[in-house]
């Protein structure tokens, strides 16, 4: 079973900055936090992965609590083809992933 | 980033064929790949793990005997959905892992996927 817990949907403006969140309050110590998307009829695409630390890149931003229960992706300037399911999974590098529900995320003009 | 193929794209057979998808690294060795299986609006169920030059390790339900992996090459593994049913038509997705190294590489691959239909 998926160890994390993620909203079914979102929507989000044209432009504005994405937040999407994601529990894990039974996150070990050596697991990371992954973050994928898939665009509809697509296989998934990688986006962020972090351990304890923020982490940021050319896509997104990963800010991880303090106690690392909880994460947040954030989307800089979200455009429509941001239009995703977004995956959040906990794992221990380089294993297996277990995909959750994710949550729909709807970028509108 | 690496990239991962599978072919074909999309597969239309009768009930009681088999059928045969290929996952290919293009760029990079992966001594691991994943087989996912996603029906309609669900997400993404994990079947195996395929490691080059041994057996693949099912996940709990995943009928090995139907399902058939081979991982012959570093770069190549197969998927073969055998006496396939119309209950077998889903998007079958495959991952590529790369090999451990530094915790900033990217760890897994994802292929386009490949649309089964079963008649």
């Known amino acids: 079973d998926a160890k994390t817990t993620q909203p079914p949907s979102m929507d989000c403006a044209e432009g504005r900055a994405a937040n999407l969140p994601c529990n894990h309050s039974?996150?070990?110590?050596?697991?990371?936090v992954y973050w994928y998307r898939q665009i509809h009829s697509q296989g998934p695409q990688y986006i962020i992965h972090?351990?304890?630390n923020n982490e940021t890149n050319e896509m997104a931003s990963l800010i991880i609590t303090e106690d690392r229960k909880s994460s947040t992706l954030i989307l800089p300037h979200a455009t429509l083809r941001d239009t995703a399911v977004y995956y959040c999974?906990?794992?221990?590098?380089?294993?297996?992933?277990?995909f959750g529900a994710g949550t729909i995320l709807r970028v509108k003009s | 980033g690496a990239v991962v193929s599978q072919h074909p794209s999309r597969v239309i057979c009768k009930s009681g064929t088999s059928v045969k998808i290929e996952c290919r690294s293009l760029?990079?060795?992966?001594?691991?790949m994943f087989w996912y299986r996603q029906f309609p609006k669900q997400s993404l169920m994990l079947m195996a793990t395929?490691?080059?030059?041994?057996?693949?390790?099912?996940e709990q339900g995943v009928e090995k005997d139907k399902f058939l992996i081979n991982h012959a090459s570093l770069t190549l593994s197969t998927l073969t959905v055998t006496s396939a049913h119309p209950e077998d038509s889903s998007f079958y997705i495959c991952?590529?892992?790369?090999?451990?190294?530094?915790?900033?590489?990217?760890?897994?691959?994802f292929g386009p996927g490949t649309r089964l239909l079963v008649l």
């Open positions: 991952s590529a892992r790369v090999g451990r190294g530094a915790p900033g590489v990217e760890t897994q691959y």
């Open positions: 039974t996150i070990s110590g050596n697991e990371y």
């Open positions: 972090g351990l304890k």
């Open positions: 999974i906990v794992g221990e590098y380089g294993n297996k992933l277990v």
């Open positions: 760029d990079f060795q992966a001594t691991t």
């Open positions: 395929s490691n080059e030059g041994s057996k693949a390790t099912y």
